[in-house]
């Protein structure tokens, strides 16, 4: 993940610092767009987008602000792969960062962080199934690992379950999770918030926020009974390489986004002065 988003700060310097046909998208704090090409000083409330020379606004209409550097460039670059028609649910980071800004559902912290916790009820990897005896083996190989992981992780309980009511997680494992959240600001709480909603679970997204596991893992853990189906009946040609592919998109930018709000860019720069 950390070489991927240094990748992602070198493409993005590269396209802040080079002029470009058509939609040209740039971070910074002056008026002069060239300038602003070049600029790496932060706003106040953070780091502006700029779009041919105007300043992008949220749907709400408020003033585009992202918290850090990098996840300014990597905006800018997301709007900067755009081609004669914007596409705006290809742009997965956008869409978070205008949910983080105009809060349309006016959430507060605490709302997020159970919203993310209460999907540990029906966590996907959680639920067995009694029968096949092949998938059966498969679902305790593959998930065993990440919820045993998990369990020494954070020191609580979680287990598994073939009933329909699901496992049932002790209180004390949601406080722990609850407390373990609480330590997220709430810009990357909307990340999380949004990996748990794509993964079907808490679990996973635990383990790929933690680096325990990649994007690809952690997508095909959560779809692991439906890919088991696919290998033994087949699949609808192209759909499934499709929604799969989509799957893996949002949550990488879900993760992305976490980790580029969860950096201190105040430090790196006071560091950098030192």
Sequence with gaps: MWRSCLRLWDEGRRLLNRPRGGLIASVGPGPNPRLQARAYAPLTGGFEINLDHRK???????????PSEALAIAVAT????????????????????????????QRNKDQLIRAAVKFLDTDTICYRVEEPETLVELQKNEWDPV????????????????????????????????SHLASYNMWALQGIEFVVTQLKSMVLTLGLIDLRLT??????????????????????????DYELQ???????????????????T???????RE
């Design 246 to 264: 989509e799957l893996r998109a949002r949550t990488a930018a879900g993760a992305l986004f976490v980790h580029l709000c969860s950096e201190s």
């Design 215 to 240: 994007v690809e893992q952690a997508v095909l853990l959560s779809r692991l009974e439906e890919e088991y189906q696919i290998q033994k009946w087949g699949n609808i040609e192209w759909a499934h």
């Design 147 to 178: 919820i045993e992981w998990a369990e020494k992780r954070y020191g609580v309980e979680i287990g598994s379950s073939t009933s329909i009511m699901g496992p049932s997680i002790p209180a004390r494992t949601q406080e722990v999770l609850i």
């Design 266 to 272: 105040t430090v790196k720069h006071k560091l950098l």
């Design 56 to 66: 992008l606004k949220t749907p709400q209409a408020k003033l585009f602000t992202v």
């Design 78 to 105: 997301e709007w900067d792969s755009q081609q004669d028609t914007i596409k705006f649910y290809t742009m997965h980071l956008t869409t978070l960062c205008n949910t983080s800004l105009d809060n349309p559902t």
